[in-house]
C-alpha cells in the first residue's frame, strides 16, 4: 500500500512541477478610443504558430510554458499591439488597440485575424458594421439583414424584403440572437427594413452551416448580433436624417472606464408628410387622420464591478403601426341627431431585453450568466360607433398573437491550454404562445357583449445543454468536436434530441485548407406563413402533439484559401436534409381564424443542396467580395401537389452578388452592389376547364381553374445594381458624411406579385407588378 | 457648419414625391399558352345503368373564349379492357350518355375520348363496393313548418337534427366515404347543406355533405355523428340519410373542387390543386356506390 502512495505522490509531484512550468496570459482586449471590447480579435505567438481569439466579451486566454514570448494582438481595422513578455507568472492584461481611420489606412499583416484557412468554423461569415454601413442602402436606410442578403447561401425573399433564406430554409429557421435574445420578427414594413439600427451595432456574425454546439433551436442559420456597450470614455454621439427615417444614437460614460451607457433611436416620418395626400384622397367633409410609422429603440448600460466582474443590461424595443381614425362625424337625419365614429389600426413590434453577468474564475474560466425576456406581438384592431341622439351601439374587435420567452442561459469558456478551447453551457426557455385569437366587444340598446374567440395560450419550456472543444489535434489538424441536447416539453408531450455536431479543418499549407462539417440540428417552435401576401400575420406556433419539432442535417465540405494575404476564397458544397417541416395545406387562409392553425398545416420534409463561392478583399482602397451560389431546394407534404416532390418558393438555381467599395480620396468614397438571381417558384393556373359538382344541385358548370404542379411557373430573373457615394465632411464639431445612393439604377422592373386581369385591349393576361424602380435617395449622416 | 448641411432637409423631403408613382404595372408577354385538351367529367354509380359524360376543351387561363360543350367527340367505354360501348356520340343537351351497364364492384372501368382535332384522353377507376353501415342513434330537435304554399302543395319550415353512424370499414383497402342528408319528391331533390361534424376523420365541411376517409378507423366500426340543419320545402315530409362508399379519384377531386370554389376571391388562401385523374387533359372519372335509408319525421 505504501508502495502505492508512494508512487501516486511521485505522479502528482511530476504532473505539478509540469503545470508549474506553464502560465496563463489572460484579460480583455478593447478599443483605446471608446473602451468597446473588441470580438474575435486575434492573440498571436509568432514564433510558435500558436494562439486564440477573444470571445464575444473581449476576454482571452491563452496557457504557455514558461519562456520569453512577443505575444501579437490584432484585429481588423485596429493597428496590432506586440507585447514581449517574460512569462514566470500568470498575467493579466487589458489590451487597448488603436483603431484606424479607415480600413486602407491600417496596415494588415498576417496575424492581424484568424485567417480562413486556420478557423476550424466553416459556413461563417463576419460582415463589419462599417462595411455594412457603406453598402448602397434603399432610401438612405442601412440595413444588417439586407447585408447579410448579399452573402453567399443567404437568399432574400420578395422585391425589397429583408427576410432570409439561408441554404434552402426559411426564415423561422434563422436564430437571429440580439445581445443572446431571440428576436422573433426581425424587420418592419412588412419586411421592407430590418429591426437593427446599425449605429447600435458592433458586430454581425453569419454561420450557415457547420454550427458549434453552443447554438441550437434552429435549423438554418444562426446571426449573431452584438449591440455596441457605450463609450466608457466620452460622451460621443451620431445620428443621420434620410428620406423616410431619422435616427440619433448617444453613448459615454457614466462612471469613466467603469459604467457606460449607449442609446439609440430611430423613427419613420412616412406619416407625417403623407397627411396631406390623405386629406385629398378623403377630401372636404370628413376628418380622417391615417399613417404607418415605425420605431425602433435600443438602450444598454454596462458596469465592470472588477477586471473580473461585468454586468451589461441591454434592451430593445421596436413597433409597427398602420392606423386610420375617423373624428366623430355628426349630421341629422330624419330629425335625429346621429354621430359616427370609426378606428382601425395594426401593428406589431418586439420587445428583447437581456441582464449579463460576465465572471472569471482564475485566469481560464470565464462564465457569463445571461437573463432574458423577449416578446412578440401582433395585434389588428377595429372600433366602429354609431349614436342616434343618446343611444349608443358599438362595436369593437381586437385580434391579437404573439410569442413570450422568459429565458435563462449559464455559459462557460475553459481555456486549459493553446490546443483546446473548451465551451459548455445550460439553457432553458419558458415559452408562452398566443396562436390568435379575437376579442370581440358589442354594445347595443344597453347591453354589453364581450367574448375572446380563439385559440388559447399555449405554455412550453425548452432547454438544452451543451459541450464542445476547439481541440487542435496535431499542427495542421484541428477540430471543433461538440454535442448539444435538448428537450421540449408541451402539453404533456416530451421531445428531445441529441444533437452532434463537427467541424474539421486541415491544413495543406500555410494558406490553404480542407474543411468539413456535420451538424444535426432540432427545432421546436414553427412559423405559419402566408405564401400569397407576406404579413406580419405570420404566427409562431410550438411543436404539439401532432406537429413534431423540425430537425435538419447537414453535411458540407470545402476548401478555404488566403491569397497574398489580402484576399480570401473560399468554396463550400453542401447537403441539408430537413424534417416534419409545416407549410399551409390547399386553401388554407388566414380569414378563416375559426379553424385551429394544427388543421390548416400539414408536416413534410424539405432537402437542399447546393455549392456556394465567395471571394473578398477585406483591406486597401478597393474591398469587397463576390459570391455565388448554385442550388436546389425542394419540398414534399403528403396532401401538398398530391404528395409529389416540388420546388421551394426561393429554389433559385443561381444567386449571385457583387459588392464594391471604393475609398477616392480622404473624405471620399464609393460603393456598388449587383445582384442576380433566378425567378422565384410560384404556383399559377394554367387553364380553364368545367368542373363537376353534383348533377342534381349547383356546381355542375362551374368554371375551374387548373395547375399541374406546384411552383411549377419561374417568375421573371431578379437583377438591380445600386450605388452610392459618401462625402465625409470633418467639421470642429465632429463629423458630417452625406449620402447619395441610387437604388436599382438601371431601373429594373424586378417582380414583386403577379395577378390575372386583362389588358389594355382587354384580353385575359397575366400582369405582372413591380414596385421599386430606380430610386435615388440622400441622408445626412453626422456623427460628435 | 450645421445650418449648412440643415438646407439639404427639404431637398431630402422633396425625394418622398417618388413614393407617388413606384409601383407599376406590366404585362407578362412570354406566359406559355398551354394548348386545349380534352376535359371529361363523369361520376358513376354501380346503382345506376345511367353513364353520363360532360366532355369539354381547356382553353389557357389567358384565352378570352368561353368554355363550351364539345359535340363532335366520341366515347368508349370498357369494363377490364372489354369494350362495352364505343362511338358514343353528343345528346342535343351536349352531354353523352349511355345505358344499360350497370358497374361492378373490383372491376376496373376506363374510359377513351377522341376527337378529330385534340389529343385522344384516357381515364380509369375501380368501382367500390357498397358500404356496411347502420344508424345508431337520430333526433330531429326541430321540424316547425312555417309556411304552407298552396300552389305547390309543400310546407316551408326549418330542419334541425342529428345523426349517429356506426360504419363497418373493410380493413384490406383504404375507403372513402360520403355522407349526405336530403329530401326530395318524385320531382325535386333537396339535398342539406348544414351537415357538419367535429369528428376528426371528416375532411371537409365545405362540401354539401362530408367526406371522410378510413385513414383515422381502418379496418374497424367507426362511430359518427353529425348535425344537420336548413330551411325546407319539405318539411313534414320523409328525409333521408345516404352513404355512399367513393373511390380514391372521387373523394380527392370533391375535396378539391369544392374547396377551390370556396376559396375563390380571398386573397389570403392557400392556391387549391384541383385533383385530375385525366391522363393527357383534365377532369374526372370516378365511381360511388350508396346506400340510402329513409327515416319519417
Known sequence: MKKHVVLLLLLLSILTSQAQKKYTISGYISDSETGEKLIGANVYDKSRFIGTTSNTYGFFSITLPADTYSIVFSYLGYGAEIKRLNLNKNLTLSIKLVPGLNLAEVEITAEQTEKIEEMTKMSTIKVPVAQIKSIPAMFGEVDVLKALQLLPGVQSGMEGASGLYIRGGGPDQNLILLDGTPVYNASHLFGFFSVFNADAIKNVELIKGGFPARYGGRLSSVIDISMKEGNTKKIMGEGSVGLIAAKITVEGPIIKDKTSFIIAARRTYLDLLIQPIIKNIVGAGEEMNAGYFFYDLNAKINHKFSDRDHLYLSLYTGNDKFYMKQKPYTYLYDGNLITEEYNAGMGWGNLTSALRWNHQYGAKLFSNLTMTYSKYGFNVDEEESNAINNDIESYSLNYFSGINDIAGKLDFDYLPSPNHYIKFGVSSIYHTFKPGANAIEIQSSGIDTDVVIGAKNVYANEFSAYVEDDYRLTERLKANIGVHASGFMVNDEFYYKVQPRIAARYLFDKNWSIKASYASMQQYVHLLTNSSIGLPTDLWVPSTDKIKPQNSDQVAIGFAKSIKRKYQLSIEGYYKTMDNLIDYVDGATFLNSGTDWQDKVEAGKGRSYGAELFFEKKSGKTSGWIGYTLSWTNRQFPNINFGEIFPYKYDRRHDVSIVVTHKLGKDLDVSATWVYGTGNAVTLPVVRAFGYGDPESWGYFNEVKYFDKKNDYRIAAYHRLDLSINWHLPSKWGKGTINGSIYNFYNRRNPFFYYFGYDNRGNRALKRLSIFPMIPSLSFNFKF | ?297
Open chain 2, 1 to 297: 457648419m450645421m445650418k449648412k448641411y440643415i438646407v439639404i432637409l427639404p431637398i431630402l423631403f422633396s425625394s418622398i414625391l417618388l413614393f407617388n408613382n413606384c409601383e407599376k404595372v406590366e404585362d407578362v408577354v412570354d406566359f406559355p399558352v398551354k394548348e386545349p385538351t380534352l376535359v371529361l367529367n363523369c361520376f358513376f354509380s354501380s346503382d345506376s345503368t345511367d353513364w353520363v359524360f360532360q366532355i369539354s376543351k381547356s382553353l389557357s387561363v389567358i384565352d378570352n373564349a368561353e368554355l363550351k360543350l364539345i359535340p363532335d367527340a366520341k366515347v368508349k367505354l370498357m369494363s377490364n379492357n372489354v369494350v362495352i360501348a364505343q362511338n358514343i356520340t353528343a345528346d342535343k343537351d351536349g352531354l353523352y350518355r349511355h345505358k344499360g351497364f350497370k358497374a361492378s364492384p373490383d372491376s376496373t372501368y376506363s374510359v377513351e375520348v377522341t376527337h378529330p382535332k385534340l389529343k385522344t384522353i384516357t381515364a380509369s377507376d375501380v368501382a367500390v363496393r357498397r358500404p356496411d353501415f347502420e344508424v345508431t342513434k337520430h333526433i330531429i330537435v326541430d321540424s316547425s313548418t312555417y309556411y304552407y304554399d298552396p300552389n305547390t302543395g309543400r310546407n316551408y319550415g326549418w330542419i334541425d337534427g342529428s345523426m349517429t353512424l356506426k360504419i363497418k370499414d373493410d380493413p384490406n383497402e383504404d375507403n372513402y366515404y360520403r355522407i349526405r342528408v336530403y329530401f326530395y319528391d318524385s320531382i325535386y331533390k333537396s339535398t342539406l347543406y348544414n351537415i357538419t361534424s367535429d369528428n376528426p376523420a371528416v375532411e371537409n365541411n365545405y362540401y354539401q355533405g362530408l367526406l371522410l376517409s378510413d385513414y383515422l378507423f381502418n379496418g374497424q366500426s367507426f362511430e359518427i355523428t353529425f348535425d344537420f340543419e336548413d330551411w325546407e320545402y319539405y318539411i313534414n315530409k320523409d328525409y333521408y340519410i345516404t352513404v355512399e362508399a367513393v373511390s380514391k379519384a372521387f373523394f380527392y377531386y370533391e375535396r378539391s373542387y369544392w374547396l377551390f370554389l370556396d376559396r375563390q376571391g380571398d386573397p389570403f388562401s392557400e392556391p387549391v390543386q384541383i385533383y385530375n385523374n385525366i391522363v393527357n387533359g383534365y377532369g374526372i372519372f370516378a365511381n360511388m356506390l350508396g346506400k340510402e335509408i329513409k327515416y319519417p319525421i
